[in-house]
């Protein structure tokens, strides 16, 4: 392990605050209280804590309509991201985005996108930028195993190849694109497999592994900063929750889930790793886990009692001038 | 000022802009062409139609970026690219190939700003080829505006001859929205008077080409040379038409077809597109709503046939709407009210 105990207590928080945040939007979705659609991230924490260690806010990411790990991880206000679930002016994008349009540009948060795949080409254009302006940054494009075999996508790994962008393709695949098994839908079997094709480099690692994502992604960023060109992550995992909040999820052995959060769990995972390498003590871990309940129950309390958008907001932001 | 063609004006607006501000870059299929070739020439082409010819050897490859033809990746870059802080002009060589990077246009360029609270600018232009007439077949001749003009988010400019062409391509590359710019294949060697220095068409502020008291004339593009044409043949009958370019479809300059319709009591929308949910009926519909006190008949729009561009040169132009047509339903509009 190269990380100090400072970056690990870092990274736990940010497993630990998407964990409490989607697990909380879950509870807080079956009341009825939150509109459209939530797709939540639980279970896949691992990925964006270890991809976004890398980052800072020279760097853009672009995410996927299963954004809320992103966002944390990418250093967004979670007041705000909790304020936007809930269409509330407050909200990071005043309450005109929702759940699958957050975005902090600021924070080099380019967006939940709700058309599948459609990030790596933006991502592209974040690339080009850092490149042709010199900045040192990289962009990085986050897809599932279901926007994988977008054709957008596939465009977007040649012209990032062709061009030497510094763009880093990670695709979460996480068993399921909405109802169909990524073992069904990937010709090929592996996603990895693909980098290849567009000769850039191919890591295929356990996204239950913080360390095997965090060291895929040390290698990527070193050779996108090094001006070497775009890498490929692939990061297995499965999500705990349906594709949408209200999915029955019954294409899912019932045991499926059980045995995931009891067996590959990332954030159990993670404890024992730092654990037995003698790194942080169960105490420290337990407090992050409190402050994060803590962090959470204040922003849904906030959400849920800011003020909706004013009807003046219908009209406003839709060009810079017109 | 000097005599330019519309391809010269929208190559100098290119370069003028580029040299003002090394924000600005271009990019797209061939735009240099050439590279990797066996000939190992650096700009073999300069656009296939010669748009962007000497970028390339003035500004370099950082700044002038060949793609492979992959419309959804580069048009979906372009919109990365400028919500981070360049001002990138992509070239989609025809229109009729923006179907592959539809989403990129229509989900992200457009809804971003909204989407994110108008948290973020999207300074970019779209360059395309538009129009009939060049026996290119349905793939390959199409207007489309109408659908970008549809989707809030985006402007949309058609400039119909080489002062305008280079004037709105400036306010396009300096305006802070993203912009879809249609260049009509047909009258890409017109020439006409063009300042050599940089200046701006303002967007939305529409063109009285010519003025008359009889009936109003609304032209977009390439149309509003047939407008004018059948505006000289109905002046020798005694109709005095008054003919209005748009120049963009958004904003469009609702102000201007407006006041005139009022001082005429007539118009006439004549649009190359396909004629449902064209400008043509857009406007038609404007006038209904705002100025049906002031119509002394019936709205006509000239519009092509419902059906795809046909190959055969006798058939594209029966397509095409021409100066006859317009003059037709010109004197029907002026019948209407002399005979009621």
């Known amino acids: ?322 | 000022m000097a005599s330019k063609s519309f391809r010269a004006a929208i190559n100098e607006a290119l370069k003028l802009e580029m040299r003002r501000d090394n924000r600005v870059i271009v990019l797209g299929e061939d735009v240099a062409g050439g590279r990797g070739g066996s000939a190992n020439v650096e700009e073999a082409w300069g656009g296939p139609f010669g748009m962007t010819r000497g970028l390339y050897k003035e500004f370099g490859a950082t700044r002038v970026l060949d793609t492979p033809i992959t419309e959804s990746a580069f048009v979906g870059a372009t919109a990365g690219a400028a919500m981070t802080g360049l001002r990138p002009v992509a070239e989609v060589m025809f229109v009729d190939f923006t179907g592959v990077c539809f989403d990129q246009i229509m989900n992200q360029i457009a809804k971003i700003r909204y989407m994110f609270g108008g948290k973020a600018k999207l300074p970019l232009v779209i360059r395309m080829l538009y129009g009939a007439g060049y026996r290119a077949g349905a793939q390959h001749s199409q207007c489309l505006y109408p659908i970008y003009t549809h989707l809030p988010g985006l402007k949309v400019a058609v400039p119909s001859n080489p002062h305008d062409a280079k004037g709105l391509l400036i306010s396009a590359i300096r305006d802070d929205d993203p912009v879809l710019f249609f260049e009509h294949k047909a009258i890409l060697g017109m020439k006409g008077e063009v300042p050599d220095e940089a200046y701006e068409v303002p967007l939305g502020k529409a063109n009285i080409v010519r003025a008359g008291k009889d009936v109003t004339v609304v032209a977009i593009g390439r149309m509003v040379h047939m407008a004018e044409k059948a505006a000289a043949a109905l002046a020798k009958e005694g109709i005095d038409c008054e003919v209005i370019d748009p120049r963009t479809t958004s904003p469009l300059d609702t102000a201007a077809i407006l006041a005139s319709v009022r001082k005429t009591g007539r118009l006439v929308a004549v649009d190359e597109a396909y004629p449902r949910c064209n400008m043509a009926t857009d406007i038609a519909a404007l006038a209904a709503q705002e100025a049906f006190g002031s119509l002394r008949a019936p709205v006509r729009m000239v519009s092509p046939p419902h059906v795809p561009v046909p190959f055969a040169a006798p058939l594209e132009d029966l397509y095409i709407p021409n100066a006859d047509k317009v003059a037709e339903a010109v004197r029907a509009t002026v019948k209407h009210t002399s005979s009621s």
């Open chain 1, 1 to 322: 392990m190269q990380q100090s105990r400072d970056q690990l207590l870092k990274a736990y928080r940010v497993m630990s605050r998407i964990r409490e945040f989607d697990e909380r939007l879950h509870v807080e979705f079956a009341t009825g209280e939150i509109p459209g659609f939530v797709h939540l991230y639980a279970g896949e924490e691992a990925v964006a804590a270890g991809i976004c260690a890398h980052l800072s806010d020279r760097d853009y990411i672009a995410s996927t309509h299963r954004g809320h790990g992103h966002c944390i991880a990418k250093d967004c206000d979670v007041t705000g991201m909790m304020a936007e679930i809930y269409g509330k002016a407050a909200g990071l994008c005043g309450g005109k985005g929702g759940s699958m349009h957050i975005a902090d540009l600021d924070k080099g948060m380019m967006g939940a996108n709700g058309i599948v795949g459609a990030g790596t080409a933006l991502v592209c254009g974040a690339a080009l930028s850092a490149k042709t302006l010199g900045t040192g940054g990289v962009a990085v494009a986050f897809t599932g195993d279901g926007g994988s075999n977008q054709g957008t996508v596939f465009e977007a790994m040649n012209l990032a190849s062709v061009w030497s962008l510094p763009a880093i393709f990670v695709f979460e695949n996480n068993g399921y694109g909405e109802a169909t098994a990524s073992e069904w839908a990937l010709a090929g079997g592996d996603i990895v497999r693909r980098a290849q094709a567009f000769a850039m480099p191919g890591h295929q690692v356990d996204g239950n592994d913080y360390f095997a994502v965090w060291d895929a992604m040390r290698q990527a960023t070193e050779r996108a900063r090094a001006g070497q060109g775009p890498s490929l992550i692939e990061c297995k995992m499965k999500r705990y929750y349906g594709h949408f909040e209200g999915d029955t999820q019954n294409y899912r052995a019932k045991e499926e889930i059980e045995t995931l959060r009891a067996e590959k769990d990332c954030m159990k995972r993670f404890r024992a790793q730092v654990g037995e390498a003698g790194l942080i003590d169960v105490a420290a871990l337990d407090a992050i886990d409190a402050e994060a309940k803590a962090e959470i129950d204040a922003a849904v309390k906030a959400a849920k009692a800011a003020p909706t958008p004013p009807a003046s907001a219908l009209m406003t932001d839709v060009y810079a001038s017109y």
